[in-house]
């Protein structure tokens, strides 16, 4: 099954957040994302058996409560050839994600960098650059948020977009 570990986002920054992908209608074809969430580790296909001891490893990631704040519009790649269109986020995620890291690194490798991101949309193409580039410049509310909690999710994809399933949930203190 397709596994990955992430923050959910409240609702209050959902509704914020589709009211910032209308600001890119007609600019190109997006598959724009309903659930959101911040991703803090994407573990791909993983046989069911191994589930548990995923489960173990994560229940032993201990981290405090903390605030994350959007900050900004951009995409993955390049402006040029974007491909994925996001909000970033501040705050202390980062101590959070490295203990996540070294807990699953035997298990499932490690990444040397991690990119704070919320996904907005996946672009398909491009019609207007200019003023696809010109929207990326737009002033993201500075909305912040408490992170209690981490999820394990399990994602399906489906013609329609991805389906994702809570696992399991690792509550911070």
Known sequence: M?????????????????????????????????????????????DDDKIEKIDELLKKVRHRKF??????????????????????????????WNKIEMK?????GSRE?????ITLARVKNIIDKEKFSHSLKYDVEKLCFEVENFKLIKSELKSDGPVYTD???YKLF
């Not at 699953?104 to 499932?108: D, R, S, T």
Request: proline share 2%; glycine share 10%.
């Open 113 to 117: 960098e991690f990119k704070e991101h």
């Open 2 to 46: 397709r596994l990955f570990i992430a923050i959910m986002i409240n609702e209050e920054v959902t509704a914020y957040l589709k009211e910032l992908q209308k600001k890119f209608l007609g600019l190109g074809y997006f598959n724009f994302v309903n659930g959101f969430h911040l991703t803090l580790k994407f573990l791909g296909d993983v």
């Open 67 to 96: 605030k994350l704040c959007l900050n900004s519009l951009g995409v993955f790649p390049s402006p040029r050839n974007a491909r994925v269109l996001y909000v970033g986020v501040s705050g202390n995620i980062g101590d959070l």
């Open 167 to 169: 696992l399991k949930q």
């Open 104 to 108: 699953l690194k035997n298990e499932f």
